[in-house]
C-alpha cells in the first residue's frame, strides 16, 4: 500500500488532515547517515524507503494469511483502538 492511502485512511478514521510530503532518495539517505548508519546501509535503506513510498514493494497475495492462519485484520481495525485511546487522552499538567 502506498504511503499516501495510509495517510488517508488514517486520516479519514481519526478525523483528521494528516499531511504528507514525499521526500527523495537523498533526503532518505542523509537521514539515515545522521543517524549513524554506514554508507551502504543508508543507501540500501534509502532506496528501499522510495520504493515503499510509491508502493513498489506491495504485493498482493495470500501468503500471510497462509503464514498466520487467518485472513489478515484490516488496517482499520487495528489502529481503531489506538485511535480511541488518543480521543480520550488529556496532557497531564506539570505541577
Not at 515503499?52 to 494469511?65: Q, R, T
Amino acid at each position: 500500500m502506498e504511503l499516501r492511502r495510509v495517510r488517508r485512511k488514517l486520516g479519514r478514521q481519526a478525523g483528521w488532515n494528516i499531511a504528507y510530503t514525499a521526500i527523495c532518495s537523498q533526503t532518505y539517505y542523509a537521514i539515515h547517515t545522521l543517524a549513524s548508519l554506514s554508507e551502504p546501509v543508508a543507501r540500501g535503506a534509502a532506496v528501499s524507503e522510495v520504493a515503499i513510498e510509491k508502493g513498489e514493494l506491495a504485493a498482493i497475495s495470500s501468503d500471510l494469511a497462509r503464514l498466520i492462519g487467518r485472513r489478515p485484520t484490516p488496517i482499520t481495525t487495528t489502529i481503531a483502538p489506538a485511535l480511541q485511546r488518543l480521543a480520550n487522552w488529556t496532557c497531564p499538567r506539570t505541577p
